[in-house]
């Protein structure tokens, strides 16, 4: 390991923290809001940002690609999942594991949009890659903001399918992504 960025007990201070925000920011709302889990990377953070809110809500997912197997992104979305629930009149809160260049919460804005008629549409990230944004997207809740272009696994985010599943959030080294590339051979 490079570098930890975030502990477990840190992922549990903010996303504490960003559930009383988006309380505060939602205990108004009519209808009961809708979170959106983006897979497979925000599944870790949106179960227990959920799990956190002490509001009636409606969950949903959808599943986005931007990003083939390594470390860059393609350039490129592409759904892989579309959403279920009807998003007319409701306040949607995208809950996304990084938005670096914006690419993909741009496309899922935009087709959220094309498809209902949300009353608004809020971003929640665990990260904010600030430094890699090449578009307007605003990120309204964000657990932390990234201002070096640092590639991250753990807690979701992952390196060839890998590391979703680890706890905390970390830079890898080179022997660390040799080795996760060792076990990827057999595709």
Request: a negative charge.
């Amino acid at each position: 390991m490079k570098e930890l960025v975030l502990s477990q007990e840190e992922i549990s201070a903010i996303v504490k923290d960003l559930a009383n925000k988006l309380e505060a920011e939602l205990r108004s709302e009519e209808k009961p809001p809708v979170f959106l889990c983006v897979m497979k990377g925000a599944m870790p953070f949106y179960s227990d940002l959920v799990k956190e809110i002490e509001l009636d809500i409606l969950c949903d997912y959808i599943q986005l690609s931007s990003y083939e197997g390594g470390l860059s992104s393609t350039g490129r979305v592409s759904m892989e999942k579309d959403l279920g629930e009807n998003l007319d009149g409701r306040t949607v809160i995208i809950v996304e594991d990084i938005v670096d260049s914006g690419l993909s919460m741009a496309f899922l804005k935009d087709h959220i949009n094309s498809r209902f008629k949300p009353k608004r549409i809020l971003i929640c990230a665990l990260f904010d890659k600030i430094c890699a944004r090449t578009n307007g997207v605003k990120v309204d809740f964000c657990g932390k903001e990234l201002h070096e272009a640092k590639f991250l696994v753990g807690y979701g985010l992952d390196y060839r399918q890998l590391l979703r599943n680890v706890p905390y959030v970390f830079v890898p080294d080179e022997k660390e992504l040799a080795y996760w590339d060792s076990l990827d051979s057999g595709h």
